[in-house]
């Protein structure tokens, strides 16, 4: 049960990461959520491959633990190293102003009506 939990919560995530995949850079978490989700989903089908083919034995521990390993250090990676750079080789990025222009530039971009020209109004 606990793993067909996991694995409907990741099948989940990775279906509203995909979704959402459009919205600015700032606001859009779905690809630092979506990439590990398919590390981790990639790594169960191999696993439960493996744990089904070899029924006993150190293996299936040790396979257990690789996947563990993989799955957290993926899900660290993609989550925190993109934000890690930024802030050590872009630290311009990280102001109020530049988070303050995208989000104009985006909701502007996003206010206009097809068809409707905003310098009339």
């Not at 934000?83 to 990280?94: G, Q, T, Y």
Request: hydrophobic letters at 50%; glycine letters at 4%.
């Amino acid at each position: 049960m606990v793993c067909s939990y996991v694995l409907l919560l990741s099948l989940l995530s990775s279906f509203y990461a995909f979704k959402v995949r459009k919205l600015p850079d700032n606001f859009n978490e779905a690809r630092f959520i979506g990439f590990p989700l398919y590390i981790i989903l990639l790594s169960a089908v191999c696993y439960y491959s493996v744990e089904f083919s070899v029924q006993d034995g150190w293996y299936v521990a040790v396979i257990a633990c690789t996947t563990t390993l993989v799955d957290w250090f993926g899900l660290l990676g993609c989550m925190f190293a993109p934000k890690i750079f930024n802030i050590l080789f872009h630290p311009e990025r990280n102001s109020t102003a530049v988070i303050r222009s995208e989000v104009a530039a985006y909701v502007w971009q996003n206010s206009q009506l097809p068809g409707i020209d905003a310098r009339t109004n």
